[in-house]
Structure formats: C-alpha cells, structure tokens
C-alpha cells in the first residue's frame, strides 16, 4: 500500500483525494491545505487526517508519496520539499508560471532519484492515446500536421484569472503538451501566437485573452494549429487531429449518453459535448493516476515529468513574446 | 436518338419528360394524358407534341419507346398495345393493382421480344445498391438479416388513397422489391404482416393503414424486416441495413448539405432527410432510364422487368393475406 | 452500511461483487456458491466471508440483503428463502425459465414485504433510459414504433447453451423487458416471433436458435421489431429506436474511444462496438445497484420488481408457441 | 437567350461547356482556344463553333457574354477586350498572378458598366454557403473563429507548378476568398503565413510548398485559420468550421453515397471523400453559371466580382510577404 499526502483540497484536490481512495493499492494518509476547513473536510471524507502544516504532510515516514494540487506559487516549494524527503511526486500543472523558480527547482532537486509526475492528464486519455499511437507507429504515415481545438464551456472568474498566469500558461499548456506528446522525440522549435480579448469582460480585466490561435512547428516540419477559446456554449470542446501521408485520425468530442435525436427541424442530434474535465477527463485522471502508482512501484520513471513542465512552459512564454512582437519565435530550450 | 411516347402528365410523368429531355439520346415526341391540359403544358416545357388518344402516342412508326406514368389502372391497357406495337416499355410501379388483370397481361404479351423495365427506381440508388453489391460479393459473408426502413414524410390526400390499392401495395411494394433485388437469387418464400391505423385520419376513411411492419424469410434463410410510415416528421426516411457473417453495411438517410450544428442542447446536428422521392431519389431515378435507354442500345433485357413488378405485387398480396389470418403465408408464385 | 451475502461466483457473480464492494454504503459480507472454490476467490478479493451453505449466508442477522447471481434453477429458492427471512432481494434475470416454478415462487411470497429487484440492467443505461423518457414526457410525440436491435459479438458454448431455456427466453427476454420499460403502463398484448438457426452449430446441437426476428403489438397500438443475433462481428451490437409522432429518438452504440480514422478506402471510421454486456453496460450496472441500495434506504419497491421477470418471461413463452405456430400469439399475464 | 463565347478548351473550359449547353436559356455559340484541337472538339460536343481568335469568340454582335477559362495569363487580356466590347464576362480565378497587371486591367476598364463575375465557385456552394447565413443572420451569435481544411486528393504536375504562381495564389486563394465570404462586410486586416514542402518533389522542384498553415485576422476581431495540402489519402478535404459565441456550424465532407460499413476492425465507415472539385463542387459550378446569368438577365452586379478576385490577390501577396519575414503582415487593399 501507497501512502500520501494530499497537498491542497480545492476542486482539484478533492477530485484527486477521491481517486486516491478509490485505488486498491493507495491510501491517503494525509491532507494539508492552506484553508484547514478544506483540508479537514476532505481528510474526513475520505478516512485521512487533515495536518496544519507541509512539513507534517511531507516529511513523515509513513508517505511514500505526495500529491501537489495546491496554488501554482507553492508546487516548487513542495516539490523541493517531497524531493529531499524522498517521496515520489506527483504535482499538478504547471510547476510554476515563472520560468526562473522552475529553473531554481530544477537545479534544488537535481541529482536527487524519486519519481516526479507532472499532471498533463490529457496524455493519458484513451482517445488522444491512439492519436500518439497512430503517429507512433506510423499507421497514419509521416505525420504532417496536427491541428487541436481545445475551447472550455464557460469563462472562470476574475480571481481564477488573477492568479492562472494567462491565458497560455494556463489553457493552452495543455495544447503544447499534448503536441509534444504526439509529436514525441520530434521536438517543436518555433511558435506563432495571436491572443484576442473577443467576449470576456472578467478576461480584459486581468489583460488576459479570451480567445487565441496558434501556429507551431517541428524539428521534422511538422505543421501545429491550435485554437482555444473559454466559452463554448456546446460544452467542453475537445478535438485532436493529425494528418499524415497515409492518412488521418481525429480524437472527436464525447457526450455523456450515446442518444440521438430527429425532429422536424434537426437529425441526428447528439447531446452537448461533456461539460468539463472532471467529467470529459475522468478516465485519463484516473489512469493517471494509475501510471504514478505503477511508476512507483516499478521504480521507473513517469513517462510525463519535471522536463515536460519544463518545456511545455517555454513553449508558453515564446508565445507571449510572439504575439507581442507578432512574429514568430523560436525556442530555446536551454 | 431514341423516340418515346409519355403516358401519363402528372406528377410523375412530369418528371419522367424532364428526365427524357435531357437525356442526350432521347427524345420526348408524344406526350397522353386523361386530362388534356396536363399533356399540353408538359409537351409544351419538353419541345414535344401533345396527342389525344393513346394510340397516336404508341402506334407510331416515329416512336421507338413509351414510357407509362398515367394511373394504375391503365397500365396493362398500354403495356399490351405497346408490345403489340413493338415498342420498349418503361412502366411506373405497380404493374396493377389487381393480379388478376397483371396475370392477363403476362399471357397478352407472352412471346413478344420487346424490352419491359418497372419502375423500381430504388433499385438504381448508388448507396442502396453497394448494399446489393455488399451481398453479391459476399463483403459480409452471409446475408442473415436484412431491415429497411421506408417512412414516408407526409401522408398522402383522400383521393390518392383511394386508388393507391392499399399501403402495402402502393408503398411497401418498394421494400418487397428493393429486398428481393438484394437477395439476388435467393426467393422470398415466406411474410407476415402486420398493419395499423395510428394517426392518419384520411387512411382511416380510405380503410387503409397508416403504419406498418413486416417480417419475410428467403429460401436460404435471411430473415428480413420492413416497416413503414405515412409520417415522418424528419423527412425521407430510406434507410436500408444488411447484416451477415462478416459484417454490416447500411445504406443511410440524405441531408440537402453537408452542415452540421452545435448550440447550447444539441451538437452534430444534421439538417432533416430530403424530403420526398423526388429529391431523394433523383440520381436513381435518372439512371433508372440511363438503364432503359442502354437496353434497347443494346437489345438486352432491362435488369428489372415484367416478373418483378408481378413478383412483388405477389408479396404483397400475401402480406394482405398474413395481416388478415394474423399468420405467417407462404407465397406462391405461379 | 448494508451488508450484503451473495449467492452465486461466477462471472457475473464476481462483477455484482466488486460493485458491491465500491458502494460506499454496501459491504459484502458473505459468498456462497456451490463451487467452494469460486467462494472462496471472491470472498478473498472483496474482503468477504465465503460460507458453505445457502442458509449461512441468508440467514444470518448481520444480512440485510442478498445478492442472488447463481444458476438460474436456484433462483427461486433463493428469493424465497431471502423473502421469508426478511431480506431484501436483488435477483439475476431471469427468475427461473419455467413459468410453473415462478408462479409457484409468488405464491410463496405472496403478502411478504420486502424489496425484490429483478437485474435487467439496461433499465438503467443512460442512454436507453433517454428513450424511455422522450416516450415518457412526449418529446417524441405519440409513440408508434419501437425497434430493438440486439446482437451479442459472439456465440457461447454449448454447455451455456443447454442451460440457458433457449434464444428467446435467455437473450430476447432482456429485449422484451426493454420494451415494458419504454412503453410504460401500455402492456404489450401480442407477439409474433420468428427463429433462425444460421451459422452457430453448437445452438443446432443445442437445437436452440441463433438468430430472430419478433414484431409485438402494444395495446395502445405500438409496433415494436425486435431482431437478434448470436453473432456481430463488429461488436456487441445495442440500439433502440423509438419513432413517434413528433419525432425520433435513437440509443445508440458505443465505442472504446471517440477515435475516427480515415485512409484510402474509408473515412470517419469508428472502432468496434464496446465487446461484451460488462463493458457496454458497466454504467448499468452501476446505476442498477445503487437503485437496489436507494430502494433499501428509502423503504420503497424497486422499480423493476418480480411482476417484470414474470411478465418477461410471459412473453418470451409466447414467442415461443408463436413461432411453432406460425402465428401471432395473445399474450395472457394471469 | 444568352449566347456565350467559351475561351479556354482544357479540363475547367470543357466542364464549362457543358454546363452553358444545359442551361435551359443559355447557349455555347464560340469555342477559342490556343490548342485548335481543344477548341474543335469541345465546340463538337457542344454544338457549338469553333474559331481562331480571341477576336473572332469575343467582338462578335451574336455573342452576350464571354466565359475566360484559358491559361491564367490570358484572363486581363480577355477581360479588357470583352468588357470594350460590351459583353458580360464570366472569368475564372485567379485574375493574374501579377497584381500590376490586375491593377492595370482595372484601370482599363474602369467606368465600363458591364456584369463581370469571378469564378470562386465554392461561394456557390449549398453547404459552405449554409455557414455564410450562419454568420449573417447572426445563428451562431458573433463570429469568434473561422477554420478551413482545404485538402487536395493529390498533387498536380510540375508543368502545372510551373505555371500555377505558387500554392498561396493557387489554392489559398479559395480559402481566403471563402473567408472573406463569409466575412462579409467585416475585413480581414492581417495575415501569417507559414509554407513547407514535406512530400512532393515536384512542389520541390518548383519551389513551391506542399503543406501551409495560416492566421488570419479581421477588423472585428475574428481570428481565421486556414490549413491547405496538395494529398489527402481519403479524397478532397473541404471543411469550414464557424465557432461563434451562440454555437458552431460545420460545412462537412461529402462522400460519393450514403452508405456506412462494419466489419471486425471498424465501424460507421463511409467512403472516402468525393475525389476532387468537379465532382465535389458539381452542384457549386452550377449555381455559380446559374448567378451570371441571372445577374445578366437582371442587369445586376453578380455577387462576386472583379474587385473580389483583387482582394483574394493581394492577400496571397500578404501571406508569401509574411511566410518570407516569419513576421504577421497587415493587408492593404489600395
């Protein structure tokens, strides 16, 4: 059995302290948060204890493991923390939205072996899976383009928007990991970004974008587009495609029943697309969470780590200065 | 050029010249109907002559062909004198209501060598006949089962009712048809029928059914199901499912375009069936006389004949016969 | 917490096992099955006692309800044993294959009270259910026409086969408790069944069919074709269609992924249907024990109870005749 | 009737022919065409005459209009001698690949009041122009995010590379033309480009590029992206996406018919794409000759014009500017 301690008990947390506790070979030990109503709560619902500070989570001998799902501003402390204590880590997106603290995490940690997961969950969804797959063995032939449109059902509220770090550090991460997901050993080199601030007035206040497109490419040539928007009034919209010299595969949308419906005006209706990642996301965060377990026990490496945090954040950063200076980047991954 | 002769200015006659007209290698010459003024305009839109019995129409050296489209019962009537006359017919479905006179007809033409096509336009659809060629080449190894669906959007007025001989005669006469052009050589042997009035307060007048079901058997065992709507609110509904030992094919519904919609209930949203056999089957219809055109070309026998449209009235009549007795009849084909 | 004993450890035996395990009211208490060493596995996996006798695990004071999942012979033993013991009772389908047995069973119980749930599980998909309450609230208008397609992906053995009561009363019966389910409080009064054996020589040994085809007539008017099959090569083919008035509603099938490929020769291509009933209906089955548990709590009937085993079988029973007969059959529920 | 000179007798200029001859008040009088053999047969076909000279097709009192489907270079020529001479021109895009040389055309004609359509056929479009009134009638609400897949089925000659004025003038210049469609009064302001040559040595050969990606930005806001391949595997690829802040329509592919196939590997299997512009845009080239016509008839401008087919110019312009700078360009129209 596993032990861990959850780091955080917001509405991530929660979902995590959950999936903890519904896995056969983990057990949640303990839940620290800020807010110790949240943690407290959280621990009694799922039979842990709530403890008042990190370093009574972290460095006790009884975790095997943590699980940040904290505020963005405190992954590198905890990550810092978990890894001189020896604790296999698994930390939610991003590391952090200031690339010089991820860089001093970086060299904190370093020379130190425990695993270390980053919460990309989008790479462990069955049906982006395929799209990797598909590229990987070449069922699609060379891969040439690959386009994502990646568009959340409603716009978050001011104080979310204050503290994300903008639009691409926040939403379109997960695009740019995804990307390199598929992509795989081809790494991206260049990125073109446009932000707009179209319908969102919480959005123009915290000068963030509402609305973005993006054009990437690879090492190898490789042609990326992505699109996001925070509203879509058709639910969480979720689309992978990637076009190749034999052909193309697309991870399409995903509706909570499988009804369609005809009337005198409309055929073949299906239902708006999943509402949000917790639902749209519920397998990839439990399989997830499967692989950090398996990682742990098997003594290897997650398949997504600290690195992919890493460069999923340069790519992000390009980005601003791209849409700033309006011309493409390239990136430097140093 | 091909010459031919039009019986028949309604609807379907209308349509019928159209077709001809534009046909690069026939020629509307004559065009009869009941009704005077019908034959006047239809000749008048197509460059042709109207004429005011059916022997000027048929009898006439200039003609090389006739094509039927007036009511049913005049059908054998024409069919007679323009195998005496020596002509290629093109008859609309059904031969006759009654197979007594469709029996006298067979032995009136019995030994005249001209060609004879039944409009069994369903026959000459591009997506219902890759589910034909699906069986022949044994794409799904066995035929087992066979469903059509075959609604219609609205229901038809008294007066069409009244003569249309009954809903499994005017209507279900198609899927009795489209189903033994899918099993090729494997007859029908076996139908039970099953006929209510639901909602269609005209069919009630004309003691008739407004929707309907039907189970057949072929010789080989293919189980086969159709059922029927005067009403759909959706459109056409024409769908045709074949299903065997290696797989499925169907042949699905139509939309005037291609769009989809999504909005806040309802995502892929197609637009409804193309409304009537008209549009529907307007690809088929045009090549149901490409088809009769190249037969008399080619001195061959159309693909779909005097037989078919016997055999299919035959079903028919014991569907009548199974829906009264509440029992499963076996069809006699002599 | 309501402890649980289940009867029965087998396959599907185990999965109700593990349900019960992941409730987090439920506790599974005891295993019985005549196989000890069945027992003993599942108890070991789920934290259970494995008992020796059926009376151990039904009557026991700790048990406050039974699970009944084993040979279908033992079904209605079981549920009178539960019944006079005071516990509640959930019941595989179906309560046994001999109408005598089920009748002489509700004598038994007769005046007992206490919650009896039947497992037909596709009450309870999401997606059926939204057929059943588009009928329900009228979104479809009247409902008139009612088609279930029902294939299992492949055949079992013979040994399940000689088990099983036949086609109609071991698969279709799920199909025809469908079908009481959407129609609601408008019984079924007719069927017309008709049985194929085609392709699967261990059902021709069994002298059992492999295929069929069922038109059921409601008493509101409602034409209902059901069609099965022992064998779909693309998956375990479920899709309801419910036609009415106003409009269409189709349940149906469901894929691993939302993945679609596109090559040389096809586009849009989807994977194969979910395998078998565990996968395709593990939310199914889900949702129907917690409706067992929710019934249990609350002290109500659940709401698929013993009438709708018997009423099921009522049905597959006349089927049967019907298709000795060759005619269509009235069904008698007294 | 309208009596029209045909100019250009390749595969474009035959289609053309035949559309003009059946178009009930349209006649195909003259045939030019550099290649005297193109001209003689096509005009053969078309009962139609050919000559040897432009001036003989064009500066002719029988003729009303005049149809440019010649080699690109050509269009000014003819556009200046058909609108001195009065006549209404049909001309295919794009107008020149020198934009000096459009602008001098421009000048030449300036003041002459003769109807002059560009053939952007896929304005013309049912299911492209659903998406139009989509964004006109405001059904999606404001129009956030438009994107166009524009996917050849295979790469042309070197021959036509040579001559085609590079892959943004050739194909992107539909898409920006179809953008700006569907635009409407709202201008695209600025571009970004991005070209690669992934596969097709004979794109390498000819410099030019086989795969692009683009943004686009409009006045209002919108943000555009396009993506463009010479070979799609699974046929022509022709999708136009419009995201807006009430919904999304999708202009879809098309396949030659209805059918969907199942097998043991996949299902819900359509036929790949219909295969290239004549067919897929069949009913589009129609109704595009259908528009001159009507706009010649009604003496009104027909809806896409010379000054269209200078704005989709200079665009591609932008866009080689952008793609060479790696920098986003702003249009200037003047």
Redesign the interface.
């Known amino acids: 059995m596993i032990n861990l301690a959850l780091m955080g008990a917001g509405r991530i947390g929660k979902m995590h302290a959950e999936i903890i506790t519904?896995h056969p070979e983990a057990n949640l030990q303990f839940v620290y948060d800020v807010n110790e109503g949240f943690a407290s709560q959280v621990a009694k619902q799922n039979d842990a204890e709530a403890v008042s500070s990190p370093e009574e989570a972290i460095i006790n001998d009884k975790i095997n493991a943590i699980l940040i799902a904290s505020a963005t501003p405190t992954h590198t402390q905890f990550i810092t923390m978990g890894a001189k204590a020896g604790k296999a880590i698994f930390c939610e997106k991003p590391i952090d939205l200031d690339i010089n603290k991820v860089n001093e995490c970086m060299k904190e940690i370093n020379g130190i072996d425990v695993p270390i997961q980053i919460g990309f969950n989008r790479r462990f969804d069955?049906?982006h899976a395929?799209?990797q797959q598909?590229k990987l063995n070449r069922e699609i032939g060379?891969l040439?383009?690959l386009?994502i449109?990646s568009?959340d059902p409603e716009p978050p509220g001011l104080d979310y928007l204050n503290a994300a770090g903008g639009f691409f550090r926040d939403t379109t991460i997960h695009d740019f990991d995804l990307s390199r997901f598929i992509l795989g050993n081809d790494p991206i080199i260049e990125v073109?970004a446009?932000g707009?601030n179209?319908?969102d007035e919480n959005a123009k206040k915290a000068e963030d974008y509402d609305?973005?497109?993006f054009?990437l490419?690879s090492k190898a040539?490789v042609?990326i587009?992505i699109?996001n928007?925070r509203?879509?009034?058709?639910?969480y919209d979720q689309r992978v495609e990637a076009?190749g010299?034999?052909?193309?595969?697309?991870?399409?949308?995903?509706?909570?029943?499988?009804?369609?419906?005809?009337?005198?005006?409309?055929?073949?209706?299906?239902?708006?697309?999943l509402h949000f990642f917790i639902q749209r996301y519920e397998q990839a965060y439990r399989d997830q969470f499967n692989h950090f377990i398996e990682s742990i026990k098997n003594k290897c490496k997650p398949s997504v780590g600290f690195e992919d945090g890493r460069n999923a954040l340069l790519i992000a950063n390009a980005a601003y200065e791209s849409n700033r200076?309006?011309?493409?980047i390239e990136i430097n991954y140093e």
Do not use: C, W
Request: net charge positive; glycine share 4%.
């Open positions: 519904a069955n049906s395929k799209v598909a060379d040439e383009m386009i449109t568009r073109s446009f707009e179209l319908f609305t973005a497109m054009v490419k040539g042609m587009h699109n928007s509203r879509a009034v058709y639910g076009f010299s034999k052909g193309m595969i697309i991870s399409n949308n995903q509706t909570p029943t499988s009804v369609e419906r005809y009337n005198d005006f409309s055929t073949s209706s299906k239902e708006p697309a200076l309006k011309k493409t």
